[in-house]
């Protein structure tokens, strides 16, 4: 294995796009359009309170409640504040944690990111499927 490749550090996005839990679902969806991402860290006074993702949303109105009718409409969606639709305590690394072992989780858990966290529960930074491809790639162009 490529020495490179220790821990979550090496791989992981350190722009990424954070928003307070109390921002509006309109408006997050506004700046993952304009920033190209997919995904949201969601935190609170700085804290890492949850993870959004566009197919969060798709399955948040695809997915009416029988309790919330009123989940499916889109419009209602839009207004609601971005910890009612987040997913809360995601499964979280350091940026110390072995690089593999956060690819077996992700896989493991079927997840796409992972928040990477510092001691204090910060963000710090994103670990994508597509970071691990790129740091693969250039592991084997090195070798």
Request: aromatic share 4%; hydrophobic share 50%; with cysteine.
């Amino acid at each position: 294995m490529c020495e490179t490749l220790d821990d979550v550090a090496v791989a992981m996005s350190r722009n990424f796009l954070v928003v307070d839990a109390g921002a509006r679902v309109r408006e997050v969806l506004t700046l993952m359009r304009e920033s190209e991402r997919q995904r949201a860290v969601v935190t609170r006074y700085g804290q890492l309170a949850g993870l959004l993702t566009e197919s969060d949303l798709i399955e948040w109105i695809q997915s009416p409640n029988v309790r919330d009718p009123w989940r499916c409409s889109s419009e209602t969606l839009l207004g609601l504040s971005v910890a009612m639709v987040m997913a809360r305590k995601p499964i979280v690394v350091s940026p110390t944690y072995p690089l593999k072992d956060a690819a077996a989780l992700m896989v493991e858990n079927h997840l796409d990111a992972l928040p990477v966290v510092d001691d204090s529960g910060v963000p710090i930074g994103i670990l994508s499927v597509g970071d691990l491809a790129m740091s693969l790639a250039r592991c084997l162009q090195a070798a």
